[in-house]
T-cell receptor, first 111, second 113 residues
Framework: GEDVEQSLFLSVREGDSSVINCTYTDSSSTYLYWYKQEPGAGLQLLTY?????DMKQDQRLTVLLNKKDKHLSLRIADTQTGDSAIYFC???????????FGSGTRLLVRP | DSGVTQTPKHLITATGQRVTLRCSPR?????VYWYQQSLDQGLQFLIQ???????AKGNILERFSAQQFPDLHSELNLSSLELGDSALYFC????????????FGAGTRLSVL
C-alpha cells in the first residue's frame, strides 16, 4: 500500500541544524518531495529528489535518500525562526499523477 | 509565489449549500489537481484534469465535481455541503499529466457552519 510516515514535531534552537525524517512504502516513486506550509499559507515546494539520486543539496537544504530503507530526510542548516512551519514529505507512489503526503512535521525554532 | 492562483481565499457557508472554488494554473501548465486538507484526513488527492479532460480520480465524494475549461482554469464544485466538508482545498498544477513537479496555490479555506 501507499503510506508516508513522519514524526509530528521537532524543536531546535536557532542556528542549529534540523533534520526531518520520512519513510515511505512505494519503491516505484519517481520523485520524492519536501513541501513547506507556513500558518495560513499554501504548500511551498521546497525541494525534490529524483529516485535515482542519493543526495541533493540546495543552499541550506540537503536531501538524503536511502532507497534500500525507503527513508528520506531533509536537513536544514543554520535553522532560522523563519523556518518554523510544517514540513510535508510526499511521494508519487505507483501512480503517475497524485502525490501521497505524510502527516507533516511541525518544526519549531527557538530563539 | 508559485504562479497558481486560487479564489476565494476564504469561504463561509451553511450546510446544504453549494460553492464553487476556482483555480488558475501556472502559465504553460496543462494539468490541474485538487487536494483536500483536513485535520482528520490530512492531505488527500481529489481529482486531476489534463488539457480539459478528467485524468484521474481519488477520494472525491459524489457531491463534489470539477471541470477544466478551454483556458485551462479549473473549478471545483461542492454541493449539499456538510460540516465535515470544512477544510482547506488546494489546487496544484504541472506541465504535463504524469510524473511532474506539482506547484500548489495558497488554498481556499472553506468553513461550513
Amino acid at each position: 500500500g501507499e503510506d508516508v510516515e513522519q514524526s509530528l514535531f521537532l524543536s531546535v534552537r536557532e542556528g542549529d541544524s534540523s533534520v526531518i525524517n520520512c519513510t515511505y512504502t512505494d519503491s516505484s516513486s519517481t520523485y520524492l518531495y519536501w513541501y513547506k506550509q507556513e500558518p495560513g499559507a499554501g504548500l511551498q515546494l521546497l525541494t525534490y529528489i529524483f529516485s535515482n539520486m542519493d543526495m541533493k543539496q540546495d543552499q541550506r537544504l540537503t536531501v538524503l535518500l536511502n532507497k534500500k530503507d525507503k527513508h528520506l530526510s531533509l536537513r536544514i542548516a543554520d535553522t532560522q525562526t523563519g523556518d518554523s512551519a510544517i514540513y510535508f514529505c510526499a511521494e508519487t507512489g505507483d501512480s503517475s499523477y497524485k502525490l501521497i503526503f505524510g502527516s507533516g512535521t511541525r518544526l519549531l525554532v527557538r530563539p | 509565489d508559485s504562479g497558481v492562483t486560487q479564489t476565494p481565499k476564504h469561504l463561509i457557508t451553511a450546510t446544504g449549500q453549494r460553492v464553487t472554488l476556482r483555480c488558475s494554473p501556472r502559465s504553460g501548465d496543462l494539468s490541474v489537481y485538487w487536494y483536500q486538507q483536513s485535520l482528520d484526513q490530512g492531505l488527500q488527492f481529489l481529482i486531476q484534469y489534463y488539457n480539459g479532460e478528467e485524468r484521474a480520480k481519488g477520494n472525491i465524494l459524489e457531491r463534489f465535481s470539477a471541470q477544466q475549461f478551454p483556458d485551462l482554469h479549473s473549478e471545483l464544485n461542492l454541493s449539499s455541503l456538510e460540516l465535515g466538508d470544512s477544510a482547506l482545498y488546494f489546487c496544484a498544477s504541472s506541465v504535463t499529466s504524469s510524473k511532474n513537479i506539482q506547484y500548489f496555490g495558497a488554498g481556499t479555506r472553506l468553513s461550513v457552519l
